[in-house]
């Protein structure tokens, strides 16, 4: 059993009773987040999928303060290393067995910068495979849609998929709605979406293009708790 909690935007957080991990956090800065970085007392990893501010959001900060890895594409991890966080670099079809569980790198087909006053390239984007607690969980990152999502569900049964719906950056609901029938997932969680005006407002297209598709759609509220077993 893992409890998973939705962070808002891409951010979700991991806990399967022994290890507690969380992606993509977002939360300085985003108008629809509840959790503050202090909220997290302990982590196990902080996975980020790209650089772009919108995911790498907290990031190293946690890393410091919980002395938890940052797990991230190399050059990703790299440029976090140099503003004094833990970093456990990876690449694309890459896995690596942590204390928590088996991470694995999947493409995204996405950009990935850190763009400030200057922009400063950290990589490629990635998705993320995860085992823990048991389950295997996708998160996709910001990405578009790509066949090779049938590979991904070939290889292993996933149980919870968490897909970007939001649409001009990534998948809207349409291609999500795909993404859902090539993962063949349990559950698809979406993410990546009302935040921003650009984004599609909340999950309604997407779990009413998605339905039938074989998964059971879990959209979720931010600050909500869900267990998944
Ligand atoms: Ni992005
Ligand atoms: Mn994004």
Do not use: W
């Not at 902080?46 to 050059?75: N, Q, T, Y």
């Amino acid at each position: 059993m893992v409890k998973v909690t939705y962070c808002g935007h891409s951010c979700f957080h991991l806990d399967d009773g022994t290890h507690r991990i969380l992606f993509d956090p977002f939360l300085t800065g985003n108008p629809k987040a509840r959790a503050r970085p202090g909220d997290f007392a302990r982590l196990d990893a902080v996975l980020v999928s790209h650089g772009h501010a919108d995911h790498l959001g907290d990031a190293v900060e946690l890393s410091k303060r919980c002395r938890a890895p940052i797990i991230a594409p190399f050059e990703l991890a790299v440029f976090c290393q140099r503003r004094g966080a833990h970093v456990h670099g990876m690449h694309i079809g890459g896995s690596h067995a942590f204390e928590f569980g088996r991470v694995k790198l999947t493409i995204a087909h996405h950009g990935s910068a850190f763009i400030d006053k200057t922009t400063e390239y950290t990589g490629n984007p990635c998705g993320f495979l995860v085992r823990l607690g048991g389950l295997l969980f996708y998160h996709a990152g910001d990405t578009g849609l790509f066949s090779d999502m049938k590979l991904l569900s070939e290889l292993d049964a996933i149980d919870v998929a968490f897909l970007p719906i939001g649409d001009n950056f990534t998948m809207g609901p349409d291609d999500a709605a795909k993404a859902v029938e090539f993962l063949r997932p349990r559950y698809a969680v979406p993410m990546h979406y009302g935040t921003f005006e650009i984004l599609e407002p909340d999950a309604s297209r997407f779990v009413h293009r998605a339905q039938g598709r074989g998964a059971e759609l879990a959209p979720m509220e931010v600050g909500e708790t869900r267990e998944f077993s």
